[in-house]
């Protein structure tokens, strides 16, 4: 048949040999037989098809049970060790889940016994794994930010174990689905430079990397150090330059260490307070207290009235030290926190005064107010 046919005369009678013959007999069983597999799809392919979907939900199985040891050793702070002497957290949990588990218990063992090359358990995989979901987490905090359009960061430089000088950048906005205001780490930066100049070419080149507009920016939160807030160049200078509307809030806490080292060398009075936390102070006001053991009495009675924590430590058998941490140091850093909540609020008065005089804002025009919110 590969030449053709024409002898269309005898055409029936070559026919009905053709159907007659043993060939074509054989050929038309085969068919048959392989309509009859595809219908109760009992082919090979099938049978194939079935042992790369098993195989498929195996490795899903175990990678599924990995990654979410890895979340939890990240949730709860954990060490993550993969290998040390009778193995590290990672591996435990893994021996922990094979008492319960067969797929996972089926897998270590093969491991265990060299049946197999692959186990997703060698220290490349599980920081490939961690990068994956710290790139999964980047980006849910970038759509979420995105999707609140404005935001603030908190910026800050530390020195590494390595003596490498790292920025840490931390966005704060306001939730849109549940508006609450979150406050996420998105990383560390390797810092060349610390200028004011370098330290802004570096947060926007990050900020272009999350696809975040500068001109969303309605807040900066940094330290008091010169190239940080200089008035002429510091970054929150720069990045006013950018954006007005980025409103600069320097760090309480550095603020708060700066106005205390500055009055504590000006004035002697504030020395002596401060150099009182030492041994040598404590002992020198135990010596001026002498005479008025009522007030050494009596101190747990007013802790009681004034303070309260949860907590309780061990008891301590010494009445001179346990009246020196439970009563002294514990005014005295009540003293400091004081302090630090007095110039907390005396910055926000400064700043938002002209919210709470309410009978004047109805009064005011559109100008005048403002005038009076930008100043």
Known sequence: MSLGYNDWKNFSSVLSFHEKSLEHISNYKIWYDLRKRLQTKNTRANELEKVYEMEKKHWFDILERIIEVIKFLGKQCLHYTLYKEDNGNFLKLLELLTKFDAPMSQHLQKSINKET?????????????????????????????KNAKYYSIILDCILDISKTEQMTIIIRFVNADNSNI??????????????????????????DEFGLNISDLRGQGYDNGANMEGKKSGVQRRILNLNL???????????????????????????????N?????????????????????????LLNQ?????????????????????????????ALMSLEEYDLLKNTIENFDFLCKFSKLNALSQEELKNTATT
């Open 306 to 334: 004034f303070f309260f924590y949860e907590a309780e430590d061990e008891p301590l058998t010494d009445p001179k030290q346990n009246f020196k941490i439970n009563c002294f140091l514990t005014i005295h850093d009540a």
């Open 182 to 207: 979150e406050e996420h780490f998105l990383g560390f930066v390797d810092i060349s430079y610390s200028t004011g100049a370098s330290l802004v070419d570096c947060i926007l080149q990050k900020l």
């Open 277 to 301: 936390r030492d041994d040598e102070g404590f002992e020198r006001l135990m010596k001026e207290a002498a005479g008025d053991m009522l007030m050494i009495s009596n101190w747990s009675q």
């Open 117 to 145: 090359s692959v186990n997703y358990l060698s220290k490349g995989i599980q920081n490939k794994l961690i990068q994956l979901i710290a790139d999964r987490i980047k980006d849910s905090i970038i759509n979420m930010t």
């Open 245 to 275: 509307k980025a409103f600069y809030v320097p760090c309480a806490a550095h603020t708060l260490n700066l106005v205390v080292n500055d009055a504590a060398r000006v004035n002697k009075e504030t020395i002596g307070f401060f150099e």
